[in-house]
């Protein structure tokens, strides 16, 4: 089955510097890439998510590359703020049933 | 707040017990996911149900089993508890059962077993 692999376990970074989250995956057949936040003690939910027909999405500080070839993703956060701390996970799930499998997670520090 | 409800909040326990766990998805959504969070494995997918049938499963243990009733509404079963059932036990919705729909999650149950 489908495997994910998510690094660095934790991550800290200054106020305002960029951030950068790295997953693989095992099944080519994965199409299918969200990545959701977790704040302490609240539930996850989801930031950005991208599909394989394309390899970039933007939503404002936070952008998901996909590179199908090596089957590898990444979360890019840039002018990092406060609210930025949290657990950052991502999943990959593929067309032929509704799981998806996540990665266990990168504790994102922003430091003052 | 997601729409997504559970209850209860915390359930403490003794090995060997067995737990019902309960979510309400958002209101008009059809499918049900449930995971199991842990400190060493994070988010664990367990089983889906779209419309009162079980669609995909995954590690779920043979002691745990769920049901979605008429109403939409989901229970997860958890049997002959162990030390390691300790977890959050969160359940997510999503709209139509689509594949690779968004899904809500609630705000989770947590489980301690003595």
């Known amino acids: 089955g489908e495997n994910v692999e998510q690094h660095p376990s934790t991550l800290s970074v200054q106020e305002g510097d960029s951030a950068v989250i790295k997953c693989t995956y095992s099944?080519?057949?994965?199409?299918?890439f969200p990545w959701y936040k977790q704040e302490l003690g609240k539930r996850p939910q989801l930031i950005i998510d991208i599909r394989s027909n394309v390899g970039e999405k933007k939503d404002q500080r936070i952008a998901v590359t996909l590179n199908k070839t090596a089957k590898h993703f990444s979360l890019h956060i840039t002018e990092t703020q406060p609210e930025d701390s949290a657990v950052y996970f991502c999943?990959?799930?593929?067309?032929?049933?509704?799981?998806?499998?996540f990665g266990k997670g990168t504790r994102l520090h922003i430091l003052p | 707040d997601s729409g997504v409800t559970q209850t209860p909040k915390h359930l403490i326990t003794a090995t060997g017990q067995r737990v019902t766990l309960r979510c309400s998805p958002r209101s008009g959504d059809l499918s049900v996911y449930w995971y199991q969070q842990s400190l060493d494995q994070g988010l664990q997918f367990l089983i889906q149900?779209?419309?009162?049938?079980?669609?995909a499963k995954g590690n779920i243990l043979e002691r745990f089993s769920a049901q979605q009733f008429p109403d939409l509404h989901s229970e997860l079963n958890l049997s002959s508890l162990e030390l390691g059932d300790s977890a959050l036990y969160f359940c997510?919705?999503?709209?139509?059962?689509?594949?690779?729909?968004?899904?809500?999650f609630g705000p989770g149950t947590r489980l301690l077993v003595l």
């Open positions: 149900y779209y419309n009162g049938e079980e669609r």
């Open positions: 997510a919705s999503s709209p139509s059962g689509v594949h690779q729909e968004t899904q809500y």
């Open positions: 099944d080519s057949a994965s199409n299918y």
């Open positions: 999943a990959a799930s593929m067309d032929r049933d509704d799981k998806i499998i």
